[in-house]
């Protein structure tokens, strides 16, 4: 089956700079790949997906990117800003209604 | 429209007790799965369904059942709670079809089984 690595697992960066989560996986059939921020006591919630036929896409301050050679696919989030402290789930999907997780990164942005 | 909404949020079992979350959603959507999330283990499928009448193991579906008899629910059953079954476990559902976007989660049930 798939396997999603997620890495850093946790990142600790400066209000305004950039942060970088990276993930790899394993199953070459994935073609669809969400990316969830959750918050302390919340569920998951979506914030950015893409499909396997797209090699970027952006929303205002997040983006990501896609490169189906190596399999591997990266969020990036800019000017950070405190309300983005939370954690952050990579995940992978070949037949659409199955989900494979990472492992979560914690991020903090400190003022 | 309440979106995914799960019950209990929070519960103690004791060691052989049985007990079933709850999970519903308005939102018609064909897919909903159920997932337990661990201390930096991510989140883990247990069981999903396509649709009504239709139910499928994930990854972790040892010790639990689940049953889908309308679109709205789909209730997830510990039989005999253990330990190892201290989690977080949420509900998610979402439309079926491509170019649909990702699963909306409900807002989680902490489960403590001592």
């Known amino acids: 089956g798939e396997n999603v690595e997620q890495h850093p697992s946790t990142l600790s960066v400066q209000e305004g700079d950039s942060a970088v989560i990276k993930c790899t996986y394993s199953?070459?059939?994935?073609?669809?790949f969400p990316w969830y921020k959750q918050e302390l006591g919340k569920g998951p919630q979506l914030i950015i997906d893409i499909r396997s036929n797209v090699g970027e896409k952006k929303d205002q301050r997040i983006a990501v990117t896609l490169n189906k050679t190596a399999k591997h696919f990266s969020l990036h989030i800019t000017e950070t800003q405190p309300e983005d402290s939370a954690v952050y789930f990579c995940a992978a999907s070949s037949a659409g209604n199955m989900l494979t997780f990472g492992g979560g990164t914690r991020l903090m942005v400190k003022p | 429209n309440a979106g995914v909404t799960q019950t209990p949020k929070f519960q103690v079992l004791k060691t052989g007790q049985s007990m079933t979350l709850q999970c519903a959603q308005d939102m018609n959507h064909e897919y909903m799965s159920w997932y337990r999330q661990d201390p930096g283990m991510g989140l883990r499928l247990i069981h999903y369904?396509?649709?009504?009448?239709?139910?499928d193991q994930g990854e972790v579906p040892n010790g639990y059942n689940v049953s889908r008899s309308t679109t709205e629910d789909f209730p997830l059953r510990l039989l005999s709670a253990a330990p190892s079954q201290t989690s977080v476990y949420f509900c998610?559902?979402?439309?079926?079809?491509?170019?649909?976007?990702?699963?909306?989660f409900g807002s989680g049930t902490r489960l403590t089984v001592v």
């Open positions: 369904s396509v649709g009504a009448g239709i139910t």
């Open positions: 199953d070459s059939a994935s073609n669809y």
């Open positions: 998610a559902s979402r439309k079926s079809g491509t170019g649909i976007g990702g699963y909306t």
